[in-house]
């Protein structure tokens, strides 16, 4: 009997590795669909196949035709969308045939939970912390004293944040198109991330950064998770019925009350701190009962904490603040079985590090830059005639 083939939409980044490696050891075909012909997952024997398909930044339709007729060649059972992708992947659920799952919830409530707007209204509806929110016509209605923060609608990794003056309401030299204005709250910021299964939590991990590249963490711990942040998790998922990865940021007051200030749909970097041999377990069902892990664990991307640790060599405090805690962290990527996607990253990364350099940006931003949703896209709910030229997966 042929193994069962999962297909992941994407490669480049190490939580798509975590992905690779758990669906092998449990004896699936793995096939990847990227939009690079060079990517993090390409060098791992526990990948099956690599499939180039096109860039959805420049052409969003071919991208999705391109990705259904991988899945429907290989014939995969499952679909795992893995980042920034998720929010496209989702449109293909109508078009693929019903012996295919696509491990996400349906396209509308992404695209709802993405929206940082929208999903701290949601949130506030369901009665569950979040921050005061006003779109930038809204602005009168802010309270003088009120402390803000200013950031894009839909941006991810954090990009954009702001703090706006204080003691009065913001003007429109402080703000950018599509921006969102936040009460800003004071406290702790940790970060949950986890697997649901129509609305009911699977495995649960709460993680604080400990390094960061940017506004992206690149060093992180696991810590025991506050039960504010268990009960919001539990509560919000249940609402929305929600299926895949769900993950949030938090800041925790003072009187220890949690606060989500953003959402992502997607996997992230906790992740990481859920074992292989239960990962694709949880996705597929096989594993039914909720995971439980060990808190106090440290994890790094050890390539992306030497370009921060490189930037300190002229500050010797913050240098070797930075070397003591990355010594005692587990690298995400490495493994003795499966060595090459850790040992040849800066061969793998080669296209995004080029792309970071010409830019100006963090590797963690421009890693998924050309894979985030524009709020100006349409939604893509049907299948769509093929145009004349133009050919299916390369």
């Given at each position: 009997m042929p193994s069962p083939c999962v297909v992941l939409t994407l490669g480049r980044l190490p939580v798509a590795l975590d992905l690779a490696r758990s669906f092998s050891s449990s004896g699936w075909r793995v096939v990847v669909a990227e939009?690079?012909?060079?990517?993090?997952?390409?060098?791992?024997?526990c990948v099956d196949r690599n499939v180039r398909i096109a860039n959805p930044e420049e052409t969003p339709e071919r991208y999705l035709d391109e990705l259904?007729?991988?899945?429907?060649?290989?014939?995969?059972?499952?679909?795992?969308?893995?980042?920034?992708?998720?929010?496209?992947?989702?449109?293909?659920?109508?078009?693929?045939?019903?012996?295919?799952e696509i491990f996400s919830t349906g396209?509308?409530?992404?695209?709802?939970?993405?929206?940082?707007?929208?999903?701290a209204k949601r949130a506030a509806a369901l009665g569950l912390?979040?921050?005061?929110?006003?779109?930038?016509?809204?602005?009168?209605?802010?309270?003088d004293t009120m402390p803000l923060i200013a950031k894009p609608r839909h941006a991810c990794s954090g990009r954009g944040v702001r703090r706006l003056r204080s003691g009065?309401?913001?003007?429109?030299?402080?703000?950018?198109?599509?921006?969102?204005?936040?009460?800003?709250?004071?406290?702790?910021e940790v970060s949950s991330f986890a697997i649901c299964r129509?609305?009911?939590?699977?495995?649960?991990?709460?993680?604080?950064?400990?390094?960061?590249?940017?506004?992206?963490?690149?060093?992180?711990?696991?810590?025991?998770?506050?039960?504010?942040?268990?009960?919001?998790?539990?509560?919000?998922?249940?609402?929305?019925?929600y299926t895949g990865f769900l993950a949030f940021d938090f800041i925790i007051d003072s009187k220890e009350r949690a606060f989500a200030i953003e959402c992502n749909p997607r996997a992230t970097s906790g992740i990481h701190f859920i074992p292989a041999g239960v990962l694709s377990g949880l996705i597929t069902q096989e594993t039914r009962e909720p995971a439980a892990f060990e808190h106090g664990n440290t994890l790094s991307e050890s390539w992306s904490c030497l370009t921060v640790l490189l930037g300190k060599v002229l500050e010797p405090a913050a240098f070797r603040s930075l070397f003591t805690e990355l010594r005692r962290a587990r690298d995400v990527s490495f493994?003795?079985?499966?060595?090459?996607?850790?040992?040849?990253?800066?061969?793998?990364?080669?296209?995004?590090?080029?792309?970071?350099?010409?830019?100006?940006?963090?590797f963690a931003e421009v890693a998924v830059s050309d894979l985030e949703w524009r709020e100006t896209e349409p939604l893509q709910t049907g299948p769509r005639q093929a145009a004349p030229g133009e050919s299916g997966a390369q």
């Open positions: 939009t690079s012909g060079m990517h993090l997952c390409r060098m791992s024997r259904e007729a991988v899945i429907v060649e290989e014939g995969a059972t499952l679909v795992v969308p893995v980042s920034e992708e998720t929010l496209r992947v989702a449109a293909l659920r109508d078009r693929l045939p019903h012996t295919v396209q509308a409530t992404l695209l709802e939970l993405h929206d940082k707007y929208r999903f912390g979040a921050p005061q929110s006003f779109l930038p016509e809204d602005a009168n209605s802010i309270a009065s309401r913001p003007a429109l030299d402080e703000l950018s198109p599509g921006d969102l204005i936040q009460q800003r709250i004071d406290g702790s129509s609305g009911r939590i699977l495995a649960l991990v709460v993680y604080e950064a400990r390094i960061l590249s940017g506004s992206v963490a690149v060093c992180f711990r696991s810590i025991a998770t506050p039960p504010a942040v268990k009960r919001w998790v539990e509560r919000f998922a249940e609402a929305v019925a493994s003795r079985r499966d060595p090459w996607p850790f040992l040849l990253m800066p061969v793998n990364t080669a296209p995004i590090l080029w792309r970071s350099i010409r830019r100006r940006s963090t």
